[in-house]
């Protein structure tokens, strides 16, 4: 298993940006599919974004949920073992901790899918 860890989260105002960071180590990382969750106090943890390795059959397609579509951006950089969230036009209720996971194979929603986590960065957006 990989070990991850998130970074670049913050307080950002209504219609800024931020870039998140989900770093591995442990291991190689071109095969793990990389999801970003995000969880809010009282709710479940929910799936925003995800990125493919090559244990999926098909590296490098990306997921998104619609209400983040044509705001965030997921990448890789392989030779960096990260992955990148590029969060534009950012809204009150992308306010949340995002949590990176990975797992081996295809993408899954759900969060019980998946074998390492992030310990989370926190994303505040001021209205």
């Known amino acids: 298993q990989v070990q991850l860890v998130e970074s670049g989260g913050g307080l950002v105002q209504h219609g800024g940006s931020l870039r998140l960071s989900c770093a591995a180590s442990g291991g190689g990382f071109r095969p793990y599919t990389v999801t970003w969750f995000r969880q809010v106090p009282g709710q479940d943890r929910v799936f925003v974004t995800s990125?493919?390795?090559?244990?999926?059959?098909?590296?490098?397609?990306?997921h998104y949920i619609e209400s983040v579509k044509d705001r965030f951006t997921i990448s890789r950089d392989n030779a960096k073992n990260t992955v990148y969230l590029q969060m534009n036009s950012l809204k009150s209720d992308d306010t949340a901790v995002y949590y990176c996971?990975?797992?081996?194979?295809?993408?899954?929603?759900?969060?019980?899918?998946?074998?390492?986590w992030g310990q989370g960065t926190q994303v505040t957006v001021s209205s």
């Open positions: 990125i493919t390795g090559t244990s999926s059959g098909s590296s490098g397609n990306t």
């Open positions: 996971a990975a797992r081996m194979g295809d993408v899954k929603a759900e969060p019980n899918m998946y074998d390492s």
